[in-house]
């Protein structure tokens, strides 16, 4: 910081008064001041100064040159209560209005900065320095403006931009950095919020803001127990504080939701759980981590419920709000199972395992990739219509049903695209019966392996499959009993 200029004069033709010895004794001070200050030693040039003006209290320099004194020291709250004593000593003290110009800017006042700037050029016009601090204060009133508007519009990042800029010309003014760090804090940049609201509390203990803002990060980091305590404590510092007492608030009552929905969900009362989370998640917007693992909560309670769209679209909002979330694309990736969307599986799976490498992270890839291989090949169980459960029993029940509904022989009269049609349905019901029949042949379909490069046998005529399965050309005959109208008679 620039040297700031002091008296360095003797008072000429001292009155001598009865008061003469004292005020040369203050002088003394005075001098003994000015020495320690030109030697950058503050403390005692403070000592000095303090000494002098104990002794003449109405003399302006002293007050200047004490105010000098603590903007070197950084105390200029001080300094600037020595600032206006010395001009209301004399209002044409020209030093003393700009000192208490420079100290309401550092302090973050630019309007109060404004008028003492303008005083200044009232006594000396062409005052260089004067203008340009007016400059100065008349940019942090445009910055403040910017700010004030760009929080409005939860526009964090320019309201950060802002203050910055303000702070350069105001880097005293706790109010711009309290400002910045809650928006900090708001983009979820803890870390720097953090750092900038400690630097307050080591100058101010009992700042309320900074201990918001404390509060408020650790709220959004979701240490809701911890977050509370420093509302509590920004409360009784200023009872005042509006954000502290909502953030307090808050934080009780998303607590308070989140562990019902806890206890719902762990009793099985899974709508209740449900309800409870989606209360939880209106309580604060702002609150990302919290309300990421609320989406993930919920997501596991509708793929209970199972509304496991619903699920996948909560994971979705929770990876949203969290890309390091990787309960919630473990969630995700189960429904996309469910739900038979194995690349999406595939996809949340590899960004799992590329995160985490365990063996199970590793086991349920493999499986994702095996279900995605699989389906890209026929499913037999659906061209029977059966689960991948189905007893022998049902299967063949399923392929008596199938085979006779797409047999050719009854779609005999039907159009030739039709005929086409039911023909390669009847041929898909016997591949599928041939392979779900023969227990090898089905383990191996079902572990996903490839039955041609098996070189398994692999009889796909569907008319002697037919044949064997109903006994022979006598077993069945199709009969018309009208238009259109088939029934089968078995010998």
């Not at 969630?331 to 199972?337: D, L």
């Amino acid at each position: 910081m620039a040297t700031v200029d002091f008296d360095s004069s003797v008072d000429p033709e001292m009155d001598l008064t009865s008061d003469e010895e004292l005020e040369r004794e203050a002088e003394g001070f005075k001098e003994q001041g000015n020495s320690f200050y030109v030697k950058k030693d503050y403390a005692e040039a403070f000592n000095f100064y303090t000494k002098a003006i104990d002794l003449c209290p109405k003399n302006v320099s002293y007050y200047g040159n004490r105010a000098a004194t603590l903007m070197m020291l950084s105390r200029y709250r001080e300094a600037l209560e020595d600032s206006q004593q010395a001009v209301r000593l004399d209002d044409t003290f020209m030093k003393g209005h700009m000192r208490e110009g420079k100290c309401h800017l550092l302090l973050g006042n630019a309007m109060a900065a404004s008028r003492c700037f303008q005083k200044v050029l009232e006594l000396e016009p062409d005052n260089s320095q004067a203008q340009q601090e007016l400059k100065n204060a008349e940019s942090i009133l445009e910055f403040e403006r910017l700010a004030e508007i760009s929080f409005e519009k939860r526009d964090f990042r320019m309201v950060v931009f802002c203050m910055d800029r303000a702070l350069e010309p105001a880097s005293a003014c706790h109010r711009f950095k309290v400002l910045k760090a809650e928006c900090l804090a708001l983009l979820g940049r803890y870390p720097e919020a953090q750092s900038v609201a400690s630097d307050i509390l080591r100058m101010d203990s009992t700042n309320g803001d900074a201990l918001y803002v404390r509060g408020l990060c650790l709220y959004y980091e979701d240490c809701i127990d911890k977050a509370v305590q420093f509302f509590v404590q920004a409360l009784r510092m200023a009872p005042d504080h509006e954000k502290a007492r909502l953030a307090c608030r808050n934080a009780k009552a998303l607590k308070a939701k989140k562990e019902d929905g806890n206890k719902a969900f762990k009793d099985g009362s899974f709508e209740e759980a449900y309800n409870l989370y989606s209360e939880a998640l209106t309580i604060d917007p702002n609150n990302i981590k919290t309300n990421a693992k609320l989406y993930c909560n919920r997501a596991t309670v509708g793929s209970k419920l199972n509304k496991l769209e619903q699920a996948i679209e909560d994971c979705t909002k929770a990876i949203k709000l969290d890309e390091t979330y990787i309960k919630a694309y473990l969630r995700r990736a189960q429904c996309y199972m469910d739900t038979e969307q194995y690349e999406e599986a595939v996809r949340d799976y590899e960004k799992v395992y590329q995160t985490e490498k365990t063996k199970e992270h590793k086991n349920l890839l493999k499986n994702a990739q095996l279900e995605l291989k699989k389906s890209k090949r026929k499913d037999y169980y659906k061209v029977l219509g059966v689960d991948k459960n189905a007893t022998e029993d049902e299967i063949k029940k399923a392929y008596r049903k199938r085979a006779l509904m797409h047999h050719p022989d009854r779609h005999s009269g039907a159009s030739a695209e039709v005929q086409k049609e039911e023909e390669k349905k009847f041929k898909e019901v016997g591949e599928a019966f041939t392979v779900l029949s023969d227990p090898k042949k089905k383990s191996r379909y079902d572990s996903g392996h490839d039955l041609e490069d098996d070189d398994m046998n692999m009889d796909f005529d569907a008319n002697n499959i037919f044949k064997a399965f109903f006994g022979g050309p006598a077993g069945f005959s199709f009969e018309a009993s009208g238009p259109g109208n088939f029934f089968f008679q078995f010998g």
